[in-house]
């Protein structure tokens, strides 16, 4: 057996531990607004906007100015916000943390049929270390998988890993704490049951992988997918069955040492993705990790239509505090979209 490879010094960790306590403290959580330029049309589209750069920015700057914490995509993240200030300095100055999405899209899965895995590690340390010279605090990347009758492959689910647990490394050793995040997509018509067995398979074959590249866990957040039926599935479940599952299947993989889970809402509404977490956060099973949100679509839906690409409805979009239920086992009693009780993921 080889001597353990020290990946990262006791400094590196301490810095990096101290960055995930900041980001999973009491009261927070994260809006992950981390869509592509191409992606964001839809968004636009739905309110009658056109998808320029204009409206991205704007929109960013909405976002990114409410009283906390922010994840940028490149090209945002060295732009500036009304007044002349770059972005990451508007946050910096308010005493938050701020973080990039680091993977290029996904790309077919050489070897089979219809897969995927994501593109972005050439380069990455180099990327890392401008980023990180640059204020960064944290970075994104997601790997996505699809549940079918012979889906996900073994193939699909150790090379997805292995990218996630290589991307982890390469951010540590430059100080950035990786978000690591392998979804499993809500397409089709598989039962919970289906989908808590993948869930776990998928999960037990990141955590092999990140252990056998040295990254440290304490240093790092999981953004999973919660365990839900196929949009397609005939057969109901209650929230505290969906919580159960979720629970169940992150006991059997997820190890104490991680310090958060900020679950992705996985194409659920603004309501479903409220009322499943706080099943969730209720459930009676033992939850070593601090649990959170690492909201997209379910936390700005409503405040896009009421932006509605009106300058005028700046304000009225950053919402009040007190007007959105609680979230998370350590959020505040009451969170909003402008208030202090979350951090923001940014992406344009």
């Known amino acids: ?8 010094t006791p400094e590196q960790k301490k810095e990096l531990s101290d960055i995930v306590n900041q980001i999973v403290a009491p009261g927070k959580g994260i809006l992950a607004a981390d869509e592509s330029t191409r992606s964001i049309a839809k968004w636009m589209q739905s309110i ?15 976002l990114s100015t409410v009283d906390d914490h922010v994840n940028l ?41 219809g897969k995927t895995t994501t593109q972005g590690l050439d380069g990455l340390s180099e990327c890392c270390a401008q980023y990180k010279k640059d204020r960064a605090d944290f970075a994104k990347r997601c790997c996505v998988l699809k ?4 889906t996900p492959s073994v193939l ?23 978000t690591v995040e392998p979804e499993i997509l809500p397409d089709g018509d598989h039962d919970l049951k289906r989908c808590q067995y993948v869930t776990e ?32 599935c005939t057969q109901k479940y209650s929230n ?26 996985g194409g659920q509404s603004e309501e479903e993705a409220s009322i499943n977490l706080n099943a969730i956060i209720k459930c009676p099973l033992l939850k070593p990790w601090v649990l959170t949100f690492s909201y997209g679509r379910a936390l700005q839906a409503s405040a896009l239509k009421v ?11 950053q919402v009040s505090p007190g007007q959105q239920p609680c979230l998370s086992r350590k959020v505040h009693p009451k969170w909003s979209v402008g208030s202090r009780s979350q951090r923001i993921s940014l992406h344009f």
């Open 48 to 62: 009658s906007t056109e998808n320029k750069e204009e409206n991205r920015h704007f929109y960013c700057q909405l």
């Open 156 to 178: 699909a689910i150790m090379e997805n890993a292995n990218v996630l647990a290589c991307y982890a490394i390469v951010c540590q050793q430059n100080g950035i704490v990786p």
């Open 307 to 317: 932006w509605g690409r009106k300058k005028e409805n700046l304000k009225v979009h």
């Open 240 to 265: 505290e069955e969906i919580a159960m599952a979720t629970i169940t299947e992150l006991h059997c993989t997820v190890p104490p040492a991680v310090s958060g889970v900020t679950f992705l809402s």
């Open 147 to 150: 549940i079918g009758e012979h």
């Open 201 to 232: 398979k998928v999960l037990a074959a990141v955590y092999k992988a990140l252990s056998d590249h040295h990254v440290y866990l304490e240093g790092t957040l999981l953004k999973p997918n919660m365990v839900t039926p196929g949009h397609a």
């Open 73 to 113: 995509f490149h090209k945002m993240f060295y732009q500036k916000a009304h007044g002349g200030r770059p972005f990451p300095q508007v946050i910096k100055s308010k005493g938050g943390v701020f973080g990039i999405k680091v993977d290029k899209g996904m790309v077919p899965l050489a070897g089979t049929n």
């Open 1 to 8: 057996m080889p001597y353990p490879y020290p990946a990262i």
